[in-house]
């Protein structure tokens, strides 16, 4: 009945280099059997989450991010797990991009940057990583013609992208995954997290791209 949290995770946490980037924390928790594990992306959602797992009877880890990140939801907002929530949601959505902690903040930028040159996209904050909510990631496949992108500070293996994969592959959809793929280095939060491949940018260059095919 062991309840984790572990912080400094991934490359946003910046100068303190690779030594310091927790990046298959998710895959290794996601491997215990019954272990929930979940990633806010705000002060709320945290706050709501050690709750959550401390009154769940079993193993949960929650995995906490060093950059500052602004407000997103009321005090009041539940968050159960095995739940996630839909930031932008449109009937002309030509995608999804999910996401969690961290690149949260980077999905809402692209979807800003892809608002004002009149693409829409689906914003879905993934905070239960597991048991991720398979109802909605199918329903967002099947509002976006099976456009569905994962965006996390993560290795490619085993984490974000990997749970939604699972959780749609019975209802025919395919999963783009944005995650880091190399070892990596030292440098400012920013920096890193376009370096490896996760900022606004490249969701967007994801997006324009996802259309295209």
């Known amino acids: 009945n062991i309840k984790l949290a572990g912080s400094h995770a991934g490359v946003s946490i910046g100068e303190d280099g690779p030594s ?19 990633y806010p992306c705000d002060a709320v959602s945290t706050e709501r989450l050690v709750a959550e797992i ?25 968050f159960p797990i095995g739940g996630s929530k839909v930031l932008t949601q449109s009937a002309n959505d030509v995608a999804a991009v999910i996401a969690a902690g961290v690149t949260v903040g980077e999905a809402m930028k692209a979807y800003e940057q892809l608002k004002g040159d009149g693409i829409s996209i689906r ?4 905070y239960s990583v597991q048991p991720i909510d398979a109802t909605t990631m199918i329903e967002a496949g099947r ?34 995954r ?36």
């Open 178 to 213: 944005l995650a880091v793929r190399e070892v990596r280095g030292s440098g400012q939060p920013d920096e890193l997290l376009d370096r490896y491949g996760i900022s606004a940018r490249h969701i967007v260059d994801a997006v324009r791209a996802a259309r295209r095919g």
């Open 123 to 126: 914003v879905i904050d993934a």
């Open 20 to 38: 310091q980037m927790a990046l298959e924390d998710l895959a290794i928790l996601r491997a215990v059997p019954g272990c929930a594990v979940v």
């Open 54 to 78: 401390a009154q769940r009877p079993g193993m949960a880890y929650m995995r906490t991010s060093r950059p500052k990140t602004p407000v997103r939801y009321a005090a009041d907002e539940p």
């Open 143 to 176: 509002a976006t013609d099976g456009v569905l992108i994962t965006v996390e500070d993560h290795y490619s293996t085993g984490g974000l992208g990997d749970a939604v994969s699972e959780a749609v592959a019975g209802a025919g959809f395919a999963v783009h």
